[in-house]
Nanobody, 120 residues
Framework: QVQLVESGGGLVQAGGSLRLSCAVS????????MGWFRQAPGKQRELVAS???????NYADSVKGRFTISRDNTKNTVYLQMNSLKPEDTAVYYC??????????????WGQGTQVTVSS
């Protein structure tokens, strides 16, 4: 079975930084595109950033210039570096294994979610 285990969430002040990690097991990690999603209370889950199997990245306009997605295929891990955090970034963050064909296409392989809370 494919498993995605997230870590790195927490409470941070506005302007601060956090780094989320998502470790993948049970499949050939390098063939997947990976995405980070977030969901705030009462809102739909939204794609924040994605990275293709070849390392190309895409970002939502709301986080562009502040967040960086990266992957380490030797560690089967995808990261989300979040800088200059804003209260509007508060959400549960989920990683996802997927495919990229002109856009990010998620699969049903999700991490358990990690809470990010940004205080003003």
């Amino acid at each position: 079975q494919v498993q995605l285990v997230e870590s790195g969430g927490g409470l941070v002040q506005a302007g601060g930084s956090l780094r989320l990690s998502c470790a993948v097991s049970g499949t050939i990690f390098r063939i997947y595109a990976m995405g980070w999603f977030r969901q705030a209370p009462g809102k739909q889950r939204e794609l924040v950033a994605s990275i293709t199997s070849g390392g190309s990245t895409n970002y939502a306009d709301s986080v562009k210039g502040r967040f960086t997605i990266s992957r380490d295929n030797t560690k089967n891990t995808v990261y989300l570096q979040m800088n200059s955090l804003k209260p509007e970034d508060t959400a549960v963050y989920y990683c996802n294994a997927g495919f990229y064909s002109g856009k990010y296409n998620p699969t049903d392989y999700w991490g358990q979610g990690t809470q990010v809370t940004v205080s003003s």
